[in-house]
């Protein structure tokens, strides 16, 4: 049973445009949640997160935005750049066990030029 | 930031031989370390959690004597793959973090192939 869910297993989006990837989360008990980036044959790379008591976090281009009654949170980019190209998992900590990770499936975002 | 060393990046082994894949932190010492698996288009699966001077924890159907876990100091984990199986041949990533909300630092990852 999948309890981070990321229903697009892809994404195109124009070149300076803005890209949504969305994540949903069975959990309510999850206190934090996070955004990882990842090229191939690389280890994932620390995006951004969002503590559960926020609704809102922003650093730089990218925000991620957090609806606790939804359990939905999803990641803006904008503009987007080649570079963001990459597959973004979204993960989250459950609660009383803050050494485990539990990441979603993953959505592989493709910049168009 | 924090650095996370992995090594072997890529590796080929024979089916039966035992293979060990090594995680530093490079500029932080990590009492954790956390050691993953993914399948291709599949997300990142938790192992184990390393944990520095005592027993790895497993994570459920994952088989301690197959996957050997040793952290023997605040800097190194150690993951080997005993008796590699063709079923074993994945994308192994370590992990470790420095505080609870800084994030947790990745290494590059290792490819096993087992032939």
Not at chain 1, 53 to 61: A, F, H, L, P, S
């Amino acid at each position: 049973d999948q309890q981070v869910k990321q229903n697009s297993p892809s994404l195109s989006v124009q070149e300076g445009r803005i890209s949504i990837l969305n994540c949903d989360y069975t959990n309510s008990m999850f206190d934090y949640f996070l955004w990882y980036k990842k090229y191939p044959a690389e280890g994932p790379t620390f995006l951004i997160s969002i503590s559960s008591i926020k609704d809102k976090n922003e650093d730089g281009r990218f925000t991620v935005f957090l609806n606790k009654s939804a359990k939905h949170l999803s990641l803006h980019i904008v503009p987007s750049q080649p570079g963001d190209s990459a597959v973004y998992f979204c993960a989250a900590t459950p609660p009383n066990r803050d050494d485990k990770i539990i990441f979603g499936k993953g959505t592989r975002l493709h910049i168009l030029p | 930031g924090a650095v996370v060393s992995q090594h072997p990046s890529r590796v080929i082994c024979k089916s039966g031989t035992s293979v060990k894949i090594e995680c530093r932190s490079l500029d932080f010492q990590a009492t954790t370390m956390f050691w993953y698996r993914q399948f291709p288009k599949q997300s990142l699966m938790l192992m184990a959690t390393s944990n520095e001077g005592s027993k790895a924890t497993y994570e459920q159907g994952v088989e301690k004597d197959k996957f050997l876990i040793n952290h023997a100091s605040l800097t190194l984990s150690t993951l080997t793959v005993t008796s590699a199986h063709p079923e074993d041949s994945s994308f192994y990533i370590c992990s470790a973090r420095e505080g609870r909300y800084y994030g947790y630092t990745f290494g590059s990852g290792t490819r096993l192939t087992v032939v």
